[in-house]
C-alpha cells in the first residue's frame, strides 16, 4: 500500500491498495465488503480535519481469484463548512476500536452511523473487474486504486470576499459598457446617422464697436 504524488506538487494524487488474504484449498470468495479509513484534512479558506472512510463492496456467484477496482474519494457535504476557526468535530474514529459491545462492530451500524455525519467521503465510481481461477494455493488478492480528485468546497463568504466579488462584476460590466457606447458614439457621429446643425456661439458685443460719440 501507498500513495503516489503523480504531479510533483507535495500532495499526494491517489493510493495505491493491496491486500492478499491466504485461504484453505476449500475455501472460495464470492463477494467483498471493505472499509478503508483516512484521515482527511482542508487547510484553505475552510480548515477541516476528520476520520473518513471508503466502503468497497462487490459481489459474484462465481468464486474470484481477484478483485480490482479504481475509484475517487470524493467528500460530501450536507451543509456549508466553517469558513474560520478549526472544524474537528468529525475527527474520532468511524470505528470504536475501544469500545466493548458488538454492536459497535456490526458493518451496518458503523455504515449508519458514518452516513449521519453532516461532511463525510464517499468512494465513487468503483469500476469493479472480478477475476476466476484462482489457484488451489494462493491467496485472494484485492486491488484498489483510489483518486483525490480536486474538489468543490462549499462554504460561507466573508463580507471582504463578497466585495472583492462585486467590484470585480462592476469593473469588467462598466468597461464593456464604457467600449461599446464609445464605438456607438463614433459611428453615429461619423456616418451622420442624426441630424446636426452647427450653431455658431454668441459673441459678445466689442466695447469699441459699441461706441457712442456724444456731442
Known amino acids: 500500500t ?4 503523480k504531479n510533483q506538487d507535495g500532495k499526494m494524487d491517489l493510493l495505491h491498495f493491496k491486500l492478499e488474504l ?27 480535519v476528520m476520520q473518513s472512510m471508503a466502503f468497497l463492496q462487490f459481489f459474484s456467484p462465481v468464486p474470484g481469484s481477484q478483485l480490482y477496482m479504481n475509484g475517487d474519494l470524493k467528500l460530501h457535504q450536507r451543509q456549508l463548512l466553517n469558513h474560520c476557526g478549526l472544524d474537528n468535530r468529525y475527527n474520532v474514529s468511524v470505528v470504536n476500536g475501544s469500545s466493548p459491545f458488538a454492536g459497535d462492530y456490526d458493518l451496518t451500524n458503523i455504515i449508519a452511523a458514518y452516513w449521519d455525519r453532516n461532511v463525510t467521503t ?5 469500476n469493479p473487474v472480478w477475476m476466476t481461477g484462482r489457484a488451489a494455493d494462493t491467496p485472494f488478492i484485492i486491488n484498489a486504486t483510489i483518486h483525490y480528485p480536486l474538489e ?45 446643425t452647427p450653431i455658431s456661439p454668441v459673441l459678445p458685443v466689442s466695447p469699441v464697436l459699441s461706441y457712442k460719440q456724444h456731442q
Open 152 to 196: 468543490v468546497i462549499l462554504y460561507p463568504l466573508r463580507f471582504w470576499e463578497m466585495i472583492k466579488f462585486a467590484w470585480i462584476q462592476y469593473v469588467s460590466i462598466l468597461l464593456i459598457f464604457l467600449w461599446v457606447f464609445g464605438r456607438i458614439k463614433m459611428f453615429m457621429f461619423q456616418n451622420q446617422v442624426l441630424t446636426t
Open 2 to 5: 501507498r500513495e503516489e504524488d
Open 22 to 48: 491466504p485461504l484453505q484449498p476449500t475455501e472460495h470468495v464470492v463477494g467483498v465488503q471493505l472499509i478503508l479509513l483516512f484521515s482527511y484534512q482542508l487547510y484553505r479558506m475552510s480548515t477541516l
Open 122 to 126: 464517499v468512494f465513487s465510481d468503483p
